[in-house]
T-cell receptor, first 111, second 115 residues
Framework: AQSVSQHNHHVILSEAASLELGCNYSYGGTVNLFWYVQYPGQHLQLLLK??????LVKGIKGFEAEFIKSKFSFNLRKPSVQWSDTAEYFC?????????FGGGTRLMVKP | EAGVAQSPRYKIIEKRQSVAFWCNPISGHATLYWYQQILGQGPKLLIQFQNNGVVDDSQLPKDRFSAERLKGVDSTLKIQPAKLEDSAVYLCASSPRQGGFSPLHFGNGTRLTVT
């Protein structure tokens, strides 16, 4: 069965710091990769997605992620975080019909 | 467009009681999903419908959980009888077609507490 691992459960940063959240998956076939975000009190929203082509994917609000096939990774990055980025971030992998989520990383940005 | 609607937002029941959750997906979305999100974990797929047919229910505890989407529109998820470990947020999501190529749109969820 496929699995998705997010290495950091909690991350605390100051505003303007750079962000990188790790995501690794275990599946050898073709996958599609996603990052979802859940702001406090809101529903899950799609942040960005990778299907094929350029492995560096740009999403909303200045986020980007890089697919490294050899490392089975899809890390999320942002050069300079803002207080409004405080949220929980979920990596997800689509294989066949099944979308599998990682355990999530809770990000707190201090003003 | 209107989002995915779920009700109730919160539910508290005692173990061994039954409970039902309702979901109305975005109009025109053929695929509907129910996910269970236990505190501190990512969402776990319980069941996936394509129109009114079940695509995947391999992770649904069928001895106590059931779900239906009779007319291919709204859906209900039932737990009978509930256990303490069923305490979680139950998320409904929909997409225009099967698979993640059409991103899932999530509802706000129903937070269930079993005491």
């Amino acid at each position: 069965a496929q699995s998705v691992s997010q290495h950091n459960h909690h991350v605390i940063l100051s505003e303007a710091a750079s962000l990188e959240l790790g995501c690794n998956y275990s599946y050898g076939g073709t996958v599609n990769l996603f990052w979802y975000v859940q702001y406090p009190g809101q529903h899950l929203q799609l942040l960005l997605k990778y299907f094929s082509g350029d492995p560096l994917v740009k999403g909303i609000k200045g986020f980007e992620a890089e697919f490294i096939k050899s490392k089975f990774s899809f890390n999320l990055r942002k050069p300079s975080v803002q207080w409004s980025d405080t949220a929980e971030y979920f990596c997800a992998v689509l294989s066949g019909n099944m979308l599998t989520f990682g355990g999530g990383t809770r990000l707190m940005v201090k003003p | 467009e209107a989002g995915v609607a779920q009700s109730p937002r919160y539910k508290i029941i005692e173990k061994r009681q039954s409970v039902a959750f309702w979901c109305n997906p975005i109009s025109g979305h053929a695929t509907l999903y129910w996910y269970q999100q236990i505190l501190g974990q990512g969402p776990k797929l319980l069941i996936q419908f394509q129109n009114n047919g079940v695509v995947d229910d391999s992770q649904l505890p069928k001895d106590r959980f059931s779900a239906e989407r009779l007319k291919g529109v709204d859906s209900t998820l039932k737990i009978q009888p509930a256990k303490l470990e069923d305490s979680a947020v139950y998320l409904c999501a929909s997409s225009p077609r099967q698979g993640g190529f059409s991103p899932l749109h999530f509802g706000n969820g129903t937070r269930l507490t079993v005491t």
